[in-house]
């Protein structure tokens, strides 16, 4: 348990997601990953009220600011695949977050390669004791900002 406040200690530190995601507490937020249903109400309990999960998020509509993936899988098809069915339910401006555990951490390479493809260039990342969280925007609008 963690001391200071009382709720068990997360493989990764909710504060560094959510300042790689530079997220407001009034975005719309989805999480994906098997933590996703204790990490949002971790998230609710922070006053992240627009939080929802994969099982709970609807249809794919470009819905949402922020994506959140805790991934502990060692597959790098697995991790590509739930990638390219996330990404539709983020606006054009959204912003996708990943933790990776390191134990099961698939080559970077790979995984900025398949973000590339995807349409986004990673902006940031942070190492800890657990794994690697990155945050990746879409290319289109990275570059648009840029030119601005």
């Known amino acids: 348990m963690d001391k200071s406040n009382g709720s068990t ?3 990764f530190k909710m504060e560094r997601i959510i300042e790689l995601a530079r997220c407001s507490k009034l975005d719309r937020i989805v999480l994906a990953g098997s933590r996703s249903p204790h990490r949002m109400f971790e998230m609710h309990r922070r006053g992240y009220i627009r939080v929802s ?3 709970s998020c609807g249809l794919p509509r470009g819905q949402y600011a922020v994506a959140l993936v805790e991934w502990q899988l060692p597959s790098i098809k697995a991790l590509a695949a739930t990638l390219d069915w996330l990404v539709h339910f983020l606006a054009p401006a959204g912003v996708l977050v990943i933790a990776l555990d390191t134990r099961e951490c698939p080559d970077r390479g790979k995984l900025r390669s398949m ?8 902006e940031a990342g942070t190492r800890c004791e657990q794994g690697i969280a990155i945050s990746a925007r879409r290319l289109d609008v990275a570059q648009a900002a840029a030119a601005a």
């Open 9 to 11: 200690t997360s493989s």
């Open 53 to 55: 999960t994969t099982a």
């Open 115 to 122: 973000l590339a493809r995807l349409g986004f260039r990673v």
